[in-house]
Structures are given as C-alpha cells and as structure tokens.
C-alpha cells in the first residue's frame, strides 16, 4: 500500500509541475509531463484496489492525457486557448474526440477542438442538467422569491428591459441559517428563468488534491460566457472564498479565490454575455470581504414564518392519508424555530411511523394489511416533535441578523 502511494504521489507530483509548466506558457515541456502523469495514472489504476480511487485516477489519466494532446496541437499550431467571450476558436485538423464529445446541444459539428476541450475539463465536476425543483416546491419566502426574480429570472427572460442605468444583478448572494432553503432557491430560480445553468459544487471545485481548480473556474466561465446568457451557481462559496490571512490558507486556495475575483470582475465589465452568478452561503462572516463586495445582492434566506412552515408540513405529507385530527395551521403554530429541513425531517419521520408498526407487529408479512395502512394523525407529528429539536440556535439567528444590518440583505 505504501508503494502504491508512492506512484500517486509521483503522479500528483508530475501533474503539478505540468500545470505550473502549462501556466507559465511552456507548452512542449508541459505537454511531456502530463502525458507521464497520465502514464503513472494508469499504471497506478491497474493495481489500485479502491474502486473510488481507481475511478479517480482513470478520470485524471484520460484528463492529462487530452490536456497534453491539445498542448501538443497548441505548440505546432499557435492555437490558443480563447480567454473568453469571442465563441468558437480555429478547428483543428486533429479530431479523436468527436465520437465522445458533448452531443447534448445537438452542436457538436460546429464545435472547435478548443471548446471540446474546455466542455470535457468541466465534464464530472461541474453539473449543467437544469435541475427539476419548481417555485411551488418552495415554501413561504415571498420576499427572496421576488429579489430572485429580479435579480435573475427577469433579466435573463426579458433582456430588453434591463438596458441603460437599469443594469440586471451580476452576482447574487443566498445567506442564511442551514437548512432554510438556499439551494432549494437557487435550484428552483435556475429551473425558472431557462437558461443555461452551470452548478459548481464547491467541494470539488477546491479538488484540491492535484491543485488545478483554478483552471476548473477559468474554464467555468470560459463556457459559461459562450453559452450565455447562463447562470453559474457556487453552492456552499464560503469553501472557496474564505478570508485572507486566516493562517490555514495554503497559495493555492489564495490563487483560487484571486481567480474567482477577477472572473467576477470579468462578468460584470461584459455587458454583452450574461452571465450571473449565484452563491450561497451559511456561514456569509467567513466570506472574504472583496468577494462580498462583488455580490451586489445579497438575499436573506431565513427560518421560516408560520405560512411557510404550514406549506413545508402540507408538501411534505403530500400523498400520505391523513386523519381528520391533522391540523396544519397549528403544526406551524407550533413549531416555531424550526427549519424547512427540521419539518422536512418531522415529516419523514411521521409518515414512516404506520408501516413501521405494521412491521414491528408483523403484519408486514401477510399480504393484506399492506393496503390498511393507517392514516397518520396530529399526535403522530407531536410524538416526533418532542424528540426533534431546531437545529439553528437563537444565538445562531442573532448573528445573522448582525451580519445583515452590517453588511445588508
Ligand atoms: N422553504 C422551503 N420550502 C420547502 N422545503 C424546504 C424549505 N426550506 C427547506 N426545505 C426543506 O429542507 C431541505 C434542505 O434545504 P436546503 O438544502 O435548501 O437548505 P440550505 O439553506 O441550502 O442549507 P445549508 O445552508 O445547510 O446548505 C430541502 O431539501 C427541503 O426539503
Ligand atoms: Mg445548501
């Protein structure tokens, strides 16, 4: 095992010094240390007993190995990488990838080696399937539905109406307690305005591991630009863009968050390709403050009010029977404090509660009984109160309101 770490870390090691040699323009001699990178991958898959890991180290090879293809294309043809926004770069002569590449978009023809190339670097990382969340599966939040329809869904399904002083929001920030529906929001404001959505997973943004999210975010917006108007969601933004001098920030986080400033920068000084980007955050005090400071909107999403938590405890019972003694009105009532993800979980607990005595008795096994499940009732969901408690603290609540009126919601 020892051994087998030893290959990784030569491979690691070998991708590191390519990145470094391909950043600083020495395409020939980067080219060389990626193909060895992907060599050492694949050898070390071939033994490799973690299935995960194995997975893992395929999926870089395959990366190193067209990342040193297209270098090699770059040195003998002076092709370069488009730093954005100017759509599709010269084809290439060279096309092994084709039969592999994005044919979602139906586009492929007209797709030039270079925005293959970009498309497959944010290929696994970077998820664009609009994601089927709807405004109705959002409960309460009047307030935050409405600033996301202005900040987002308006200007990008009536471009015409933001021209002039009337400028569309470019970044976008969702801050609250855990649990009260950040990504819910976001997920169902991507669904709604129809354009085309790219969600970036922090944690695997900051893929730390061989040191190239920089390159991830550059590309990012790299294809988000020539698909715009698009929408770019950084979900959890604190991981990537914590504050300077915290003592446990490493160069390559610093570059990281460098990158994503002057990325942002670039999305607000191109008028011409909309792009917004939307993040969201739990904890918004760890945020850098040039970071919050390029997220003109920040929306306050908190726990919800009494309407809210009773359209949480109907659309998450939805389906199930109820007996006659269910009272939505006074579940909201009370349940004051509780997150949507506490009633959420209530809720799960609730309903599994009849089939679970139908097991404990037995009867589970005789075909019959299976239809006479019984309704849940009110008691049922008090029963499960008792035993949970709101997850987000008053002292919790209290710092977010410093922060808004610090800092603004
Ligand atoms: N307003 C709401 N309407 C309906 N369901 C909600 C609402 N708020 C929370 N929920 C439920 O709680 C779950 C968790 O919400 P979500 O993941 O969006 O919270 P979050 O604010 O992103 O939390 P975190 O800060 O921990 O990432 C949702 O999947 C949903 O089931
Ligand atoms: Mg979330």
């Avoid at 990784?8 to 470094?20: L, R, S, W, Y």
């Avoid at 395959?62 to 002076?78: E, H, M, P, S, V």
């Avoid at 085309?196 to 695997?204: G, M, N, P, T």
């Avoid at 929306?299 to 998450?316: A, D, M, N």
Wanted: charged share 30%.
């Amino acid at each position: 095992m020892a051994n087998d770490n030893a290959i990784f870390n030569a491979a690691i090691k070998m991708a590191n010094e390519a990145i470094d040699l391909d950043r600083n323009k020495k395409y020939d001699a980067a080219a060389d240390k990626y193909l060895s990178a992907s060599e050492t991958l694949y050898d070390f898959a071939k033994f490799c007993k973690n299935s995960k890991l194995k997975a893992l180290a395929i999926d870089k090879a395959k990366q190193y190995f067209r990342r040193a293809d297209a270098l090699t294309n770059i040195g003998k043809k002076k092709i370069k990488v488009p730093s954005g926004g100017k759509g599709k770069g010269k084809k290439s002569d060279r096309d092994k990838d084709s039969d592999k590449s994005n044919d979602e978009d139906g586009e492929d023809s007209e797709m030039s080696d270079e925005e293959k190339e970009l498309r497959k670097t944010i290929e696994g990382t970077i998820v664009t399937e609009r994601p089927t969340e709807t405004w109705g599966d959002v409960a309460g939040m009047t307030i935050p539905k409405q600033a996301i329809r202005e900040a987002v869904v308006l200007p990008m399904a009536h471009p015409e109406l933001f021209k002039g002083v009337r400028k569309p929001w470019r970044g976008i920030l969702l801050f609250g307690p855990p649990g009260c529906g950040k990504t819910l929001l976001a997920k169902a404001a991507a669904n709604e305005c129809q354009v085309q959505f790219f969600a970036a997973d922090s944690a695997s943004l900051v893929s730390k591991w061989l040191g190239e999210s920089e390159k991830l975010l550059k590309t990012l917006f790299q294809v988000a630009r020539l698909d715009a108007p698009s929408l770019i969601f950084m979900d959890e933004i604190d991981s990537i863009t914590g504050k300077r001098g915290t003592g446990n920030e490493g160069g390559g986080e610093r570059r990281l968050k460098t990158q994503f400033l002057q990325e942002m920068q670039g999305v607000k000084s191109n008028r011409k390709k909309l792009v917004t980007i939307m993040g969201a955050t739990n904890v918004p005090w760890h945020i850098d403050s040039a970071v919050l400071r390029r997220f003109e909107k920040k929306i306050y999403v908190g726990l919800p009010t009494i309407e809210g938590r009773e359209k949480i405890f109907q659309l998450c019972t939805k389906g199930v029977d109820t007996d006659d003694t269910v009272n939505f009105n006074e579940l909201a009532a009370q349940s004051e404090g509780y997150s949507g993800s506490d009633i959420s979980t209530i809720c799960r607990e609730v309903v599994m509660l009849p089939v679970r005595e139908l097991d404990v008795s037995g009867r589970l096994t005789d075909g019959d009984d299976i239809l006479n499940v019984r309704p849940i009732n009110q008691q049922d969901f008090f029963n499960v109160m008792k035993h949970i408690k709101p997850v987000v603290s008053d002292e919790e609540i209290e710092r977010f309101k410093e922060w808004t009126n610090e800092f603004g919601g």
